[in-house]
Protein backbone atom coordinates (compact mmCIF):
# COMPACT_ATOMS: atom_id res chain seq x y z
CA UNK A 1 0.00 0.00 0.00
CA UNK A 2 1.15 3.41 -0.70
CA UNK A 3 1.33 5.79 2.21
CA UNK A 4 2.21 9.51 2.63
CA UNK A 5 3.51 11.08 5.95
CA UNK A 6 3.59 14.71 6.25
CA UNK A 7 5.71 15.89 9.11
CA UNK A 8 7.54 19.58 9.86
CA UNK A 9 4.52 21.74 11.35
CA UNK A 10 4.84 23.92 14.45
CA UNK A 11 4.77 27.59 15.97
CA UNK A 12 6.66 30.38 14.20
CA UNK A 13 6.52 33.90 14.14
CA UNK A 14 4.39 35.31 11.13
CA UNK A 15 6.92 36.36 8.74
CA UNK A 16 9.09 33.15 9.65
CA UNK A 17 9.67 30.09 7.89
CA UNK A 18 8.63 26.41 8.31
CA UNK A 19 9.64 23.57 5.81
CA UNK A 20 7.33 20.50 5.44
CA UNK A 21 8.03 17.25 4.11
CA UNK A 22 6.01 14.30 2.71
CA UNK A 23 7.73 10.97 2.58
CA UNK A 24 6.28 8.18 -0.12
CA UNK A 25 6.18 4.74 0.55
CA UNK A 26 4.72 2.05 -0.67
CA UNK A 27 5.01 0.61 -4.46
CA UNK A 28 4.09 3.27 -6.76
CA UNK A 29 4.30 4.32 -10.27
CA UNK A 30 6.64 6.86 -11.27
CA UNK A 31 4.52 9.72 -12.95
CA UNK A 32 2.36 11.05 -10.52
CA UNK A 33 1.10 14.61 -8.99
CA UNK A 34 1.18 14.80 -5.47
CA UNK A 35 -0.11 18.10 -3.42
CA UNK A 36 -0.42 19.90 -0.17
CA UNK A 37 -3.55 21.06 1.15
CA UNK A 38 -4.57 22.49 4.33
CA UNK A 39 -7.43 22.85 5.98
CA UNK A 40 -8.85 25.15 9.00
CA UNK A 41 -11.52 23.64 10.89
CA UNK A 42 -15.23 25.07 9.80
CA UNK A 43 -13.50 26.04 6.23
CA UNK A 44 -13.02 24.53 3.12
CA UNK A 45 -10.25 22.21 2.24
CA UNK A 46 -7.31 24.76 0.21
CA UNK A 47 -5.24 22.92 -2.54
CA UNK A 48 -1.81 24.92 -1.55
CA UNK A 49 0.50 23.64 -4.31
CA UNK A 50 1.01 20.86 -6.61
CA UNK A 51 4.01 19.23 -8.01
CA UNK A 52 4.35 16.51 -10.88
CA UNK A 53 7.45 13.86 -9.92
CA UNK A 54 8.48 13.01 -13.49
CA UNK A 55 9.37 16.53 -14.55
CA UNK A 56 9.00 18.99 -11.55
CA UNK A 57 6.18 20.88 -13.17
CA UNK A 58 4.75 22.75 -10.21
CA UNK A 59 1.36 24.74 -9.57
CA UNK A 60 0.85 27.29 -6.94
CA UNK A 61 -2.51 29.16 -4.99
CA UNK A 62 -2.24 32.70 -6.17
CA UNK A 63 -2.42 33.63 -2.12
CA UNK A 64 1.41 31.73 -1.37
CA UNK A 65 2.34 32.32 -4.73
CA UNK A 66 6.73 33.88 -4.71
CA UNK A 67 6.19 32.73 -0.78
CA UNK A 68 6.29 28.74 -0.67
CA UNK A 69 8.14 26.37 -2.69
CA UNK A 70 7.15 22.84 -3.58
CA UNK A 71 9.99 20.47 -4.41
CA UNK A 72 11.13 16.97 -5.12
CA UNK A 73 13.97 15.17 -3.07
CA UNK A 74 16.80 13.60 -5.05
CA UNK A 75 15.47 10.37 -3.71
CA UNK A 76 12.00 11.11 -5.52
CA UNK A 77 10.48 9.78 -2.52
CA UNK A 78 10.13 12.60 -0.45
CA UNK A 79 7.80 15.69 -1.35
CA UNK A 80 9.20 19.67 0.74
CA UNK A 81 7.25 22.63 0.98
CA UNK A 82 9.12 25.38 2.22
CA UNK A 83 6.98 28.32 3.55
CA UNK A 84 8.52 31.42 3.41
CA UNK A 85 6.82 35.08 4.94
CA UNK A 86 4.56 33.08 6.86
CA UNK A 87 1.17 35.04 7.69
CA UNK A 88 -1.37 34.01 10.41
CA UNK A 89 -3.97 33.48 7.35
CA UNK A 90 -1.12 30.86 6.33
CA UNK A 91 -2.01 28.64 10.00
CA UNK A 92 -3.90 25.59 9.49
CA UNK A 93 -3.14 21.84 9.30
CA UNK A 94 -1.44 21.27 6.02
CA UNK A 95 -1.38 17.15 4.74
CA UNK A 96 -0.36 16.31 1.27
CA UNK A 97 -1.59 13.94 -1.01
CA UNK A 98 -1.58 11.79 -4.27
CA UNK A 99 -5.03 12.73 -5.71
CA UNK A 100 -5.14 10.16 -8.46
CA UNK A 101 -5.08 7.40 -5.64
CA UNK A 102 -7.25 9.30 -3.25
CA UNK A 103 -4.41 8.76 -0.62
CA UNK A 104 -2.93 10.89 1.93
CA UNK A 105 -1.10 11.45 4.70
CA UNK A 106 -1.82 12.46 8.69
CA UNK A 107 -1.70 16.47 8.63
CA UNK A 108 0.82 18.48 10.25
CA UNK A 109 -0.54 21.87 12.13
CA UNK A 110 1.39 24.80 11.27
CA UNK A 111 0.36 27.38 13.82
CA UNK A 112 1.59 31.23 12.52
CA UNK A 113 1.28 34.06 15.53
CA UNK A 114 1.27 37.50 14.78
Known amino acids: DVQLQASGGGLVQAGGSLRLSCVVS????????IGWYRQVPGKEREGVSV????????DYMDSVKGRFTVSIGSAKNTVYLQMNSLKPEDMAVYYC???????RGQGTLVTVSS
Open 26 to 33: GFIYDDYV
Open 51 to 58: IRRSDAIT
Open 97 to 103: KIPRLGV
